[in-house]
């Protein structure tokens, strides 16, 4: 497989345009694997950022649908915000309360959240995990967790522990999941940490805050407490690698961080827009991974 994201066509009339709104954007990789992507499909369609802030969100929406642009992506602050102002939502988006992807069809914009579905997606190609397996370890219990629960629970998770500081937060999703996904069994961890015999059953570590962008470790889970065979995802992704991949390397476990997800979102992002599925491999040979 031959992967140049240097061989984008030129944009002509009929070129159809995606985007993605967020503020700030300058920092998103989507722009680079999106073209890359509809390159080496040899498809007529361009990608680029746009930067949103929240004060115009809703003027901004109503533009991209008067342009008529295939759909979009969006990102920080705007996933929860732009909510009201789509027609429609998947169902992705409605159990994760929040909208990573829109398609224009016709004159209705469509809500999907595919952060969820990609992390599974990733889940299986970059550790060799299935949901369905075993126990899952959940750390944290804001909007992230929400759509990492929700598509863990599509995916046929049967027992998932929450760990979260905020056991009122915690409560929250457990009681939305429930109701949504009723043949899943979620139990909050109610203590300040994690206990050794909840750790040593754990088959999967997932890491949904944003703890370990700056080096921060998460406080309460004590890795060497985990089974050998016990993996370890953190949805933070770090070209460098997190300081929780980092520890979790040390101790021999398997440990990955968030840039295959990254790449699954966006390769489900792909085809809700074309309807096709991009050429394997092509995102992440853009973005360096392989």
């Not at 950022?49 to 115009?56: I, M």
């Not at 995916?155 to 915690?170: C, D, F, Q, T, V």
């Not at 065979?229 to 770090?238: E, F, L, P, R, T």
Request: with cysteine.
């Amino acid at each position: 497989m031959v992967c140049d994201a240097k061989l984008i066509p030129a944009v002509q009339g009929k070129t159809r345009v995606v985007c993605i709104i967020g503020d700030p954007i300058r920092h998103s990789l989507s722009p680079v694997m999106q073209n890359a992507a509809f390159a080496a499909g040899h498809l007529d369609y361009v990608y680029v950022p746009f930067a949103v802030t929240p004060d115009n969100l809703g003027p901004a929406v109503a533009g991209l649908k008067a342009l008529g642009v295939c759909g979009f992506n969006v990102t920080i602050p705007h996933k929860t915000a732009i909510i009201p102002f789509l027609d429609r939502l998947d169902e992705s988006a409605e159990a994760a309360g929040a909208v990573n992807t829109v398609q224009l069809v016709g004159d209705l914009l469509i809500g999907y959240n595919t952060d969820g579905d990609g992390l599974v997606d990733s889940l299986r190609t970059d550790l060799g995990f299935s949901p369905g397996e075993q126990q899952i370890l959940v750390a944290g219990a804001g909007g992230a967790a929400r759509g990492a629960l929700a598509a863990l629970c599509r995916a046929g998770a049967k027992r998932i522990l929450l760990y979260n500081r905020s056991i009122e937060n915690a409560l929250a999703v457990k009681h939305e999941m429930n109701i949504r996904y009723p043949e899943t069994y979620i139990e909050i961890v109610r203590q300040d940490r994690v206990n050794r015999e909840d750790l040593s059953v754990t088959c999967l570590l997932l890491n949904t805050t944003s703890l370990g962008m700056n080096g921060e470790r998460i406080e309460g889970i004590n890795l060497s407490e985990l089974a050998a065979d016990a993996k370890i995802y953190d949805m933070v992704y770090s070209c460098a690698g997190t300081a929780l991949v980092k520890e979790a390397s040390a101790l021999g476990l398997q440990a990955v961080n968030g840039l295959g997800m990254l790449v699954a979102q966006g390769e489900r992002a792909f085809e809700i827009w074309t309807g096709q599925r991009p050429l394997k491999g092509v995102m992440r040979c853009a973005l360096n991974l392989i």
